[in-house]
T-cell receptor, first 115, second 111 residues
């Protein structure tokens, strides 16, 4: 089954404790991205990656890091989480070639609480 | 970054009614997308629009890509309880580019 998986689905942590949220897709997509969703603000892009070893900042990259060492994985790293990073996070992937579908497939989400 | 204004923010309607929501942008997009998000799930694509003026249907859903490329609307006809959720518009310049989302329209349907 074609899917985007994220782990963990729920995480409660404390300020300053480094964490990683993993994202993996099995559709051989070039393009992957991370979003955060906050009430009334919709989804805002944090980082995106056009392909392996190619990453770029989205709208709200501060406080986050990413890496793309393999095509299927795109982990989101919070080196020193703060309470304002409490949010619902989504990973998404799509083909990067306009000859294919533009559709982005979203993971199930990770709800992060930083106390 | 670019801003997408989506309205209304929420709607509470009776089952069977038609629904209309729209998005406007301060700059142009080459693709408009409409997503639906159910509680506890990620957004799922409903309709994709690739050409200015394009009108596309998917069952009871109809969406249009505005001719200025700065707006789009989504209509749902004869709403049913399972239409409940949050609907998002999104604009994209090119495949693989950033996707800019509207703030969402929360739809509630009374049986």
């Amino acid at each position: 089954e074609a899917q985007v998986t994220q782990n963990p689905r729920y995480l409660i942590t404390v300020t300053g404790k480094k964490l990683t949220v993993t994202c993996s897709q099995n559709m051989n997509h070039e393009y992957m991205s991370w979003y955060r969703q906050d009430p009334g603000l919709g989804l805002r892009q944090i980082y995106y990656s056009m392909n392996v070893e190619v990453t770029d900042k989205g709208d709200v990259p501060e406080g986050y890091k990413v890496s793309r060492k393999e095509k299927r994985n795109f982990p989101l790293i919070l080196e020193s989480p703060s309470p304002n990073q409490t949010s619902l996070y989504f990973c998404a992937s799509s083909f990067g070639d306009p000859a294919f579908s533009y559709e982005q497939y979203f993971g199930p989400g990770t709800r992060l609480t930083v106390t | 970054g670019q801003q997408l204004n989506q309205s209304p923010q929420s709607m509470f309607i009776q089952e069977g009614e038609d629904v209309s929501m729209n998005c406007t942008s301060s700059s142009i997009f080459n693709t408009w997308l409409w997503y639906k998000q159910d509680p506890g799930e990620g957004p799922v694509l409903l309709i994709a629009l690739y050409k200015a003026g394009e009108l596309t249907s998917n069952g009871r859903l109809t969406a249009q890509f505005g001719i200025t490329r700065k707006d789009s609307f989504l209509n749902i006809s004869a709403s049913i309880p399972s239409d409940v959720g949050i609907y998002f518009c999104a604009g994209q310049l090119h495949a693989g580019n950033m996707l800019t989302f509207g703030g969402g329209t929360r739809l509630m349907v009374k049986p």
